[in-house]
């Protein structure tokens, strides 16, 4: 189906709120299909204002032509709760499960861009029998550097980048990085820097970081039997490609495509290519969530 065919909803769904073991959780359905995709993006999030700035829209909207599509806040940021709560891997796949269940979700590709993309490992480790596929986007597996894994930034790198991060919000922190191509777009900045109050306080934000700092899930890689596609632009100026080829390198027969430009957030420049990708992906998935390698 071409995306262009899919009518863009009228207004933002009010989110609804599943309850888990440890936090409510906000999240929105839109569309329909026989396969869901749940879509979660990097350290932050807003599932209302999300739809606010045009590609954003623009990508989500693509992805209705493909299946059902499901976004949600983990918890510590955007309209879940938030006090107290860190979205550690664990966590946030608790989280992932909650959702899943509440949104009565068939079968499911998991989209985890950035620091999302170790809970999605986790969670499709954890639970294959929803799982359909499994797609990483400008994602890593490890926090921060260590002798074997050379791909991030060091701690004290990382530290130093969380605070200039913190000392700038309320503004359009990290734009640059983040979304280089909408960096001069005064109405991406006037969004981005909109999206960040929304979603977090700085002190709040600054334990998600230091949660995500801590990550590492390289020892789950090589249990991912599941079709597996990993997706990196390659100049991506916040998670450098070798961190995507290396998580391609450790899932077993996982599919690396490498795109081109410098944007970190996979709604900002040429999206063609990832829906594309994403199409042919979900194409491409044996029936019934079974992994071709273990059907």
């Known amino acids: 189906m071409d995306p262009r065919a899919v009518q863009l909803p009228h207004a933002v769904a009010t989110p609804l709120y599943a309850k888990g073991p440890s936090a409510y ?11 869901d995709i749940l879509v979660m993006p990097g350290f932050v999030s807003h599932v ?12 989500l909207t693509g992805l209705m032509a493909l299946g059902r599509v499901i976004t949600f806040d983990r918890r510590g940021v955007g309209l879940s709760d938030r006090d107290g709560l860190v979205p550690s891997v664990e966590a946030t796949a608790e989280d992932i499960g909650t959702v899943l269940h509440a949104a009565r979700a068939r079968r499911v590709v998991l989209f985890g861009a950035s620091e999302s993309g170790p809970a999605c490992i986790r969670f499709t480790v954890d639970e294959p029998q929803i ?45 640059k990085t983040f979304g280089p191509s909408l960096a001069d777009d005064l109405q991406a900045r006037a969004w981005w820097a909109g999206l960040l109050r929304a979603a977090s306080s700085p002190g709040g934000i600054s334990a998600v970081l230091n949660a995500l700092r801590d990550t590492d899930v390289r020892h789950l890689l090589s249990h991912i039997v599941l079709p597996t596609m990993v997706m ?64």
């Open 232 to 295: 990196h632009r390659r100049d991506d100026r916040a998670v450098r490609i070798a961190a995507g080829q290396d998580l391609a390198r450790r899932i077993p027969g996982a599919q690396f495509v490498e795109l081109e430009g410098n944007d970190h957030w996979f709604f900002a420049g040429d999206q063609q290519p990832i829906l594309e990708a994403i199409r042919q992906f979900i194409g491409a998935l044996p029936p019934h969530g079974r992994s071709a390698r273990h059907s």
């Open 131 to 175: 799982v359909a596929g499994l797609i990483l986007f400008g994602a890593l597996a490890k926090g921060s550097w260590t002798p074997d894994y050379p791909h991030v930034l060091r701690a004290n790198q990382y530290d130093a980048w969380r605070q200039q991060l913190v000392a700038e919000w309320g503004g359009d922190a990290g734009i």
């Open 48 to 59: 209302e204002r999300q739809w606010e700035h045009p590609s954003g829209r623009s990508f």
């Open 25 to 35: 959780l906000a999240y929105q359905t839109y569309g329909s299909g026989k396969l």
